[in-house]
């Protein structure tokens, strides 16, 4: 099956700052979401994203299918940007299923 | 405001006994999902489901797990009899999948935990 690999595993950033979590699939993608994993468990829908470029807000991602990756990128970070961020993709040509990645787990300090 | 609910939110069994956890799905979505979650596996997918048949319960422990969509408003998953290992964060996410607006974006319920002792 599909191999999804997060980096980095784990992210510490001032209130302010600026990062970009990757996300890299082992094989060919056409189904694939970021999700945000708050302190109390909820896994929110950032966003939908088998291919280009979205933006809401401080929060962009970019996905470039032909090269197996996709980038979340979040802007002037803030506390409740805190939490765990999720990558899952799959192939829809058989099935609607998704593979997660391990998460990357971002703290971002006052 | 659409959402995918779960019930129990929290269950806390003893070893043996039977624990059925429920998920309504968003209304109209016809892919329903069942995931694991714990810290040492991740987010694993157990079963799924497209328009009330199961498509794929490979993840799932067959001999003490079921997964049901007794009608399109309900899933269940149940085990029995549950283990210690089971304890877990059980979530069931909905997926309007290939009915109208078409579309494979899963959306998530707030999750089952299970505490087995």
């Known amino acids: 099956g599909i191999q999804v690999e997060q980096s980095p595993p784990d992210l510490i950033l001032q209130e302010g700052a600026n990062s970009t979590l990757r996300c890299n699939f082992s094989?060919?993608?056409?189904?694939l979401q970021w999700f945000h994993q708050n302190p109390w468990g909820q896994l929110i829908n950032l966003f939908y994203?088998?291919?280009g470029t979205k933006q809401n807000g401080r929060l962009s991602a970019t996905t470039v299918a032909t090269e197996r990756y996709s980038l979340l990128y979040i802007s002037s970070s803030q506390t409740t940007d805190s939490g765990v961020y999720f990558c899952?993709?799959?192939?829809?040509?058989?099935?609607?299923?998704?593979?997660f990645g391990k998460g990357i787990t971002l703290s971002v300090r006052p | 405001d659409a959402r995918v609910t779960q019930t129990p939110r929290d269950k806390v069994t003893e070893m043996g006994q039977e624990v059925t956890m429920r998920c309504q799905p968003i209304?109209?979505?016809?892919?329903v999902f069942w995931y694991r979650q714990t810290m040492m596996q991740g987010l694993e997918l157990l079963a799924y489901?497209?328009?009330?048949?199961?498509?794929?319960d490979s993840g799932m422990p067959k001999d003490r797990f079921s997964a049901e969509m007794p009608d399109a408003t309900l899933a269940t998953l149940k085990i029995q009899p549950s283990e210690p290992r089971d304890s877990a964060v059980y979530f069931c996410?909905?997926?309007?999948?290939?009915?109208?607006?078409?579309?494979?974006?899963?959306?998530f319920g707030p999750g089952t935990r299970l505490t087995v002792t």
């Open positions: 899952a993709g799959g192939y829809t040509g058989a099935n609607s299923k998704l593979t």
């Open positions: 094989d060919s993608v056409n189904n």
């Open positions: 994203i088998p291919s």
């Open positions: 209304l109209g979505h016809n892919t």
């Open positions: 489901f497209r328009n009330r048949a199961p498509l794929d």
């Open positions: 996410a909905s997926a309007p999948g290939q009915t109208k607006p078409f579309s494979y974006e899963q959306y």
